[in-house]
């Protein structure tokens, strides 16, 4: 949040100009592909006998709620209204939010390769009870009561009022809603973890195990047909 106020009192006007047009063309542009993306996994071929098109709309959805979210946020920056520091409440909030809905996207990722995981591993059956809207409707709830908790240091957050240079060599007073030193490293660690590393490492495994089962059924395949050309 600071910097963000830092750059827009350093740069200038065509230069914000310049960044809000790319940030509001990429964000509708994306915003516009994850609602097209909805209404065609919303077909019934993505929901027959699978979770797949189900969990790619939940997807969807939080991707068009975390870049609404961003836009907004660089709007709110551009016209300098920083509703942060309107109150210690929406200091709070604001923060809590803003974190909390760009780490959700990565782990609703993760259930949709967990879905092609299953699709490919459970192909008898077995397992079916894990397929079920029910099961990944609470896993998605599970995901989201978790990094609402682990953006839980937003309530440390303090509305503080700072003062540094700017480029004419005068002092610029911002007021501010931030954390101390101790607690923003042990939130950017917890962001790093949640939105990336976590997120990143179970899919990189599911996507082993998926090439592997799939290697192996081909190699079966392949030895079976084999084995019937002997037999001729």
Known sequence: MV????LNTT???????????LNFIQFSFGILLNIVASFIFNKSAFKNKTMYGYLCIALCIFNILALSSEMAHYL????????????????????LWTNFIIECPPFIQVLVTFEIYLSVYNSSGKYQFLRTKKF????????VLVIFLANSTSYFDEIAELKFNDTN???????????????NIISDVFKVLLRDILPFLVIFILNILIIY?????????????????HKD
């Open 11 to 21: 740069k200038n006007k065509s230069t914000n100009d310049i960044l809000l047009y």
């Open 169 to 183: 060599d005068t002092i610029t007073n911002l007021v501010t809603c931030d954390s101390n030193f101790e607690i």
């Open 3 to 6: 910097d963000d106020l830092y």
């Open 213 to 229: 089962r799939i290697f192996k059924s081909k190699r079966s395949i392949m030895n079976k047909s084999t084995s019937l050309q």
């Open 76 to 95: 709110l920056i551009y016209f300098k209204l920083n509703i942060s520091t309107l109150s210690i409440y929406s200091c709070k909030l604001f923060n």
């Open 136 to 143: 990944f409707s609470i896993s998605i709830s599970f995901v």
